[in-house]
Protein backbone atom coordinates (compact mmCIF):
# COMPACT_ATOMS: atom_id res chain seq x y z
CA UNK A 1 0.00 0.00 0.00
CA UNK A 2 1.32 3.81 -0.76
CA UNK A 3 1.66 5.73 2.31
CA UNK A 4 0.95 8.94 0.50
CA UNK A 5 -1.47 9.14 -2.57
CA UNK A 6 -2.45 12.60 -4.69
CA UNK A 7 -4.93 11.92 -7.42
CA UNK A 8 -5.25 14.39 -9.73
CA UNK A 9 -5.47 17.05 -8.47
CA UNK A 10 -6.76 21.19 -9.43
CA UNK A 11 -5.95 24.50 -7.99
CA UNK A 12 -6.25 28.16 -9.36
CA UNK A 13 -5.67 30.59 -6.71
CA UNK A 14 -8.33 33.71 -6.28
CA UNK A 15 -8.66 35.36 -9.35
CA UNK A 16 -6.30 33.82 -11.46
CA UNK A 17 -7.15 33.09 -15.53
CA UNK A 18 -5.61 29.51 -15.39
CA UNK A 19 -4.89 26.41 -13.07
CA UNK A 20 -1.41 26.79 -11.21
CA UNK A 21 -2.03 22.95 -10.32
CA UNK A 22 -3.92 21.01 -13.24
CA UNK A 23 -4.39 17.58 -12.52
CA UNK A 24 -1.29 15.94 -10.33
CA UNK A 25 -0.44 12.75 -9.22
CA UNK A 26 1.86 11.44 -7.05
CA UNK A 27 2.27 7.92 -5.19
CA UNK A 28 4.99 7.69 -2.16
CA UNK A 29 6.11 4.57 -0.06
CA UNK A 30 6.24 4.96 3.40
CA UNK A 31 9.75 6.23 4.45
CA UNK A 32 10.41 7.46 0.90
CA UNK A 33 12.35 10.84 0.25
CA UNK A 34 10.77 12.37 -2.99
CA UNK A 35 12.43 16.02 -3.85
CA UNK A 36 10.20 17.28 -6.10
CA UNK A 37 12.20 19.47 -8.72
CA UNK A 38 10.52 22.22 -11.18
CA UNK A 39 11.82 26.02 -12.27
CA UNK A 40 10.71 28.77 -9.91
CA UNK A 41 6.58 29.51 -10.36
CA UNK A 42 5.56 26.31 -11.84
CA UNK A 43 3.85 25.00 -8.52
CA UNK A 44 5.91 23.64 -6.31
CA UNK A 45 5.11 25.64 -3.08
CA UNK A 46 1.63 25.33 -3.97
CA UNK A 47 1.57 22.07 -3.84
CA UNK A 48 3.02 21.88 -0.05
CA UNK A 49 0.19 24.41 0.83
CA UNK A 50 -1.95 22.04 -0.80
CA UNK A 51 -0.91 18.71 1.37
CA UNK A 52 -0.61 20.57 4.24
CA UNK A 53 -4.61 22.25 3.81
CA UNK A 54 -3.57 25.93 3.74
CA UNK A 55 -5.50 26.25 0.79
CA UNK A 56 -9.10 24.79 0.31
CA UNK A 57 -11.19 24.89 -3.03
CA UNK A 58 -9.20 22.04 -4.00
CA UNK A 59 -10.33 19.32 -6.12
CA UNK A 60 -9.04 15.54 -6.09
CA UNK A 61 -7.72 13.44 -3.36
CA UNK A 62 -4.95 13.08 -1.00
CA UNK A 63 -4.42 10.47 1.35
CA UNK A 64 -1.94 10.00 3.54
CA UNK A 65 -1.12 6.86 5.73
CA UNK A 66 -4.48 5.34 4.59
CA UNK A 67 -6.96 8.06 5.34
CA UNK A 68 -8.38 10.41 3.18
CA UNK A 69 -7.34 13.83 4.08
CA UNK A 70 -9.15 15.02 0.89
CA UNK A 71 -12.05 13.90 -1.15
CA UNK A 72 -15.38 15.18 -2.65
CA UNK A 73 -16.43 15.14 0.67
CA UNK A 74 -13.24 15.36 2.94
CA UNK A 75 -11.20 18.43 4.13
CA UNK A 76 -9.10 17.55 7.10
CA UNK A 77 -7.81 20.99 9.09
CA UNK A 78 -3.95 21.70 8.87
CA UNK A 79 -3.77 21.00 12.23
CA UNK A 80 -5.14 17.54 12.09
CA UNK A 81 -3.65 16.05 9.12
CA UNK A 82 -0.08 14.97 10.66
CA UNK A 83 2.02 16.91 8.10
CA UNK A 84 5.12 18.46 9.06
CA UNK A 85 6.27 21.81 6.88
CA UNK A 86 9.41 23.52 6.78
CA UNK A 87 9.32 26.83 5.09
CA UNK A 88 11.39 28.36 2.48
CA UNK A 89 12.03 31.19 4.93
CA UNK A 90 12.24 28.42 8.13
CA UNK A 91 9.12 30.44 9.51
CA UNK A 92 10.74 30.44 13.41
CA UNK A 93 8.93 32.32 15.59
CA UNK A 94 11.31 35.28 16.05
CA UNK A 95 9.52 36.40 19.55
CA UNK A 96 10.05 32.68 21.00
CA UNK A 97 13.47 30.70 22.38
CA UNK A 98 14.16 27.70 20.08
CA UNK A 99 12.46 25.91 23.15
CA UNK A 100 9.10 27.67 23.06
CA UNK A 101 9.12 26.98 19.28
CA UNK A 102 9.91 23.16 19.25
CA UNK A 103 7.40 22.72 22.17
CA UNK A 104 4.47 25.07 20.10
CA UNK A 105 3.22 21.87 18.16
CA UNK A 106 3.65 19.53 20.36
CA UNK A 107 -0.40 18.98 21.60
CA UNK A 108 -1.63 16.69 23.75
CA UNK A 109 1.58 16.32 26.34
CA UNK A 110 2.52 16.50 29.85
CA UNK A 111 5.28 19.14 30.16
CA UNK A 112 7.73 16.15 30.79
CA UNK A 113 7.01 14.52 28.11
CA UNK A 114 7.41 17.93 25.92
CA UNK A 115 11.14 18.57 27.47
CA UNK A 116 12.06 14.93 26.61
CA UNK A 117 11.17 14.83 23.25
CA UNK A 118 12.56 18.50 22.69
CA UNK A 119 15.85 17.17 23.94
CA UNK A 120 15.54 14.49 21.35
CA UNK A 121 14.99 16.11 18.64
CA UNK A 122 17.90 18.77 19.58
CA UNK A 123 20.23 15.65 19.84
CA UNK A 124 18.50 14.47 16.29
CA UNK A 125 19.82 18.27 14.56
CA UNK A 126 22.88 18.43 16.97
CA UNK A 127 22.08 21.33 18.01
CA UNK A 128 21.48 20.38 22.34
CA UNK A 129 21.94 23.36 24.46
CA UNK A 130 20.69 26.05 22.43
CA UNK A 131 17.01 25.72 23.79
CA UNK A 132 17.30 29.12 25.52
CA UNK A 133 18.31 31.47 22.15
CA UNK A 134 16.10 32.97 19.66
CA UNK A 135 16.32 32.50 16.52
CA UNK A 136 18.19 35.89 15.76
CA UNK A 137 21.13 34.29 17.83
CA UNK A 138 21.48 31.30 15.47
CA UNK A 139 23.53 30.80 12.30
CA UNK A 140 21.07 30.22 9.18
CA UNK A 141 22.10 26.62 9.27
CA UNK A 142 21.73 26.26 12.64
CA UNK A 143 17.83 28.10 12.05
CA UNK A 144 17.38 25.73 9.23
CA UNK A 145 17.99 22.60 11.67
CA UNK A 146 15.41 24.34 14.04
CA UNK A 147 12.86 24.66 11.55
CA UNK A 148 13.60 21.17 11.14
CA UNK A 149 13.27 19.96 14.55
CA UNK A 150 10.22 21.95 15.11
CA UNK A 151 8.59 19.89 12.02
CA UNK A 152 9.69 16.46 13.26
CA UNK A 153 8.93 17.06 17.25
CA UNK A 154 5.15 15.60 16.80
CA UNK A 155 6.46 12.53 14.56
CA UNK A 156 4.64 13.61 11.16
CA UNK A 157 3.28 10.85 9.01
CA UNK A 158 4.64 13.24 6.16
CA UNK A 159 7.18 15.56 6.19
CA UNK A 160 7.65 18.68 3.28
CA UNK A 161 10.75 21.01 3.27
CA UNK A 162 10.41 23.84 0.99
CA UNK A 163 13.67 24.88 -1.08
CA UNK A 164 15.72 23.74 2.34
CA UNK A 165 18.67 24.94 0.70
CA UNK A 166 17.96 28.07 -1.08
CA UNK A 167 19.14 30.56 1.88
CA UNK A 168 22.51 28.59 2.11
CA UNK A 169 26.21 28.97 1.76
CA UNK A 170 26.99 26.28 -1.42
CA UNK A 171 30.47 25.69 0.73
CA UNK A 172 28.12 24.32 3.04
CA UNK A 173 25.21 22.73 1.16
CA UNK A 174 27.03 19.13 -0.04
CA UNK A 175 27.57 18.66 4.72
CA UNK A 176 23.89 19.91 4.83
CA UNK A 177 22.19 17.92 2.22
CA UNK A 178 23.89 14.91 3.84
CA UNK A 179 23.15 15.70 7.28
CA UNK A 180 19.76 16.34 6.30
CA UNK A 181 18.90 13.08 4.55
CA UNK A 182 20.95 11.39 7.44
CA UNK A 183 18.33 12.79 10.63
CA UNK A 184 15.08 11.75 8.12
CA UNK A 185 16.05 8.63 7.45
CA UNK A 186 16.88 7.60 10.53
CA UNK A 187 13.57 8.98 11.58
CA UNK A 188 11.57 7.24 9.03
CA UNK A 189 9.99 9.73 7.94
CA UNK A 190 7.97 9.76 3.90
CA UNK A 191 9.54 13.18 2.97
CA UNK A 192 9.05 16.11 -0.05
CA UNK A 193 11.65 17.95 -0.32
CA UNK A 194 11.26 20.92 -3.13
CA UNK A 195 13.71 22.19 -5.23
CA UNK A 196 14.69 24.11 -8.48
CA UNK A 197 18.34 22.49 -8.01
CA UNK A 198 19.55 19.34 -9.47
CA UNK A 199 21.87 18.48 -7.33
CA UNK A 200 19.81 19.45 -3.99
CA UNK A 201 17.32 16.93 -5.73
CA UNK A 202 20.00 14.36 -6.63
CA UNK A 203 21.45 14.86 -2.96
CA UNK A 204 18.68 14.03 -0.75
CA UNK A 205 16.32 12.40 -2.15
CA UNK A 206 15.45 8.60 -3.43
CA UNK A 207 13.53 9.65 -6.34
CA UNK A 208 13.31 12.49 -8.44
CA UNK A 209 9.85 13.86 -9.48
CA UNK A 210 10.14 16.58 -12.38
CA UNK A 211 7.05 19.11 -12.35
CA UNK A 212 7.64 20.93 -15.54
N1 LIG B 1 -1.26 33.74 -3.35
C1 LIG B 1 -1.18 33.67 -4.69
N2 LIG B 1 -2.11 34.27 -5.48
C2 LIG B 1 -2.05 34.18 -6.82
N3 LIG B 1 -1.09 33.52 -7.49
C3 LIG B 1 -0.15 32.91 -6.78
C4 LIG B 1 -0.13 32.95 -5.34
N4 LIG B 1 0.95 32.25 -4.90
C5 LIG B 1 1.56 31.81 -6.01
N5 LIG B 1 0.92 32.19 -7.14
C6 LIG B 1 1.30 31.87 -8.52
O1 LIG B 1 1.20 30.47 -8.69
C7 LIG B 1 2.28 29.98 -9.46
C8 LIG B 1 3.02 28.92 -8.70
O2 LIG B 1 3.62 29.49 -7.55
P1 LIG B 1 4.51 28.63 -6.56
O3 LIG B 1 3.74 27.43 -6.16
O4 LIG B 1 4.95 29.56 -5.49
O5 LIG B 1 5.72 28.18 -7.50
P2 LIG B 1 7.17 27.60 -7.11
O6 LIG B 1 7.17 27.28 -5.65
O7 LIG B 1 7.36 26.40 -7.98
O8 LIG B 1 8.15 28.67 -7.45
C9 LIG B 1 3.12 31.19 -9.83
O9 LIG B 1 2.75 31.61 -11.11
C10 LIG B 1 2.74 32.21 -8.81
O10 LIG B 1 2.86 33.52 -9.30
MG1 LIG C 1 8.31 28.06 -4.14
Redesign the pocket.
Known amino acids: MMHVKLEDLKFK????QSY?IDGFSLEIEEGEIIALL????????????ILSGLEDRVSGRIEIGGRAVLSESVFVEPEHRNVGLVFQDYGLFPHMTVEQNIVYGLKGMSKAEKKERLCEVLKLVKLEGVEKRYPHELSGGQQQRIALARAIAPKPKLLLM??PFSNLDAGLKKKIREELRDIIKSEGITSII?T?DLEDAEGTSDRIVS?N
Open positions: YDGATGDSGCGKSTILRDEVHM
